[in-house]
């Protein structure tokens, strides 16, 4: 790719040299699996999102379950079209962006059925306001931060993900065995997804199923165990 930069802005020219040549490394070594799977996940999103929806008992659950299955909706939705398009550089950025804040998004998204059914009063407003501050500078960070090192942001994903540490005795109250079972197994396997990404191992197949994918694995497993949690807590009042 040898795309023209503006002549005399030196510092510009080598910024879009390393942004080009960034783009051009991650497509070459991009395995042939990547993106497929959160591609065929986000249908069955829709659908599974559709059913907690309708089956959601009152305003407030509702609008819990819509904000779940939404923002899983537009990170696996997201992820399977950055990951499987061969883009331009500013297109690719563009998607890196949102892909890596949808991350963020579907944090706050997957709390708030627990919180809205689980908690309430100063717990529901101080759970809600936590990990949704903390998803929007999350967001944030990530959206103006492209390249922060991958050490630095990914603990951030696992710190907000086990921000409901704090309310752990009011979720278990409310929730029951399963519920939490499933919530923290989930947690667990989100905490799991991060360390494999952060870490780059293990990388069983790289110009398969490397270990992007196997991150992929972990997120849609943990979706899939805080979906039947949420799906519990929410049949549960009707």
Not at 120 to 140: F, Y
Not at 192 to 198: K, N
Request: glycine residues 10%.
């Amino acid at each position: 790719m040898n795309a023209q930069v503006p002549v005399g802005d030196k510092a510009a020219q080598l910024r879009h040299e390393a942004a080009l040549a960034v783009h051009d490394k991650m497509m070459a070594a991009k395995p042939k699996l990547r993106g497929w799977l959160h591609a065929a996940t986000s249908p069955l999103a829709v659908a599974a999102g559709i059913v907690l929806i309708c089956l959601s008992p009152t305003v407030t659950t509702k609008v819990g379950s819509a904000l779940f299955a939404g923002t899983a909706i537009l990170l696996f939705t997201v992820s399977g079209i950055y990951h499987r398009g061969s883009w331009s550089p500013p297109v690719w950025a563009f998607l890196r962006r949102f892909d890596h804040a949808n991350i963020f998004l579907l944090i706050a998204g997957s709390y708030t059925p627990f919180v809205l059914i689980l908690l309430d009063g100063g717990a529901r407003i101080g759970m809600l306001s936590m990990v949704w501050t903390g998803a929007i500078l999350g967001m944030a960070f990530r959206i103006f931060w492209t390249d922060a090192p991958r050490w630095l942001y990914t603990p951030l994903y696992v710190l907000l993900g086990w921000a409901a540490i704090f309310y752990a005795d009011d979720f278990a109250d409310g929730g029951g065995a399963a519920v939490i079972t499933l919530i923290v197994v989930g947690g667990s396997l989100y905490t799991l997804g991060g360390l494999v990404y952060g870490l780059k191992k293990p990388d069983p197949f790289p110009k398969w199923f490397g270990f992007h994918e196997i991150f992929h694995v972990l997120t849609i497993a943990a979706f899939v165990c805080h979906y039947v949690a949420a799906s519990i807590a929410t049949y549960r009042l009707r």
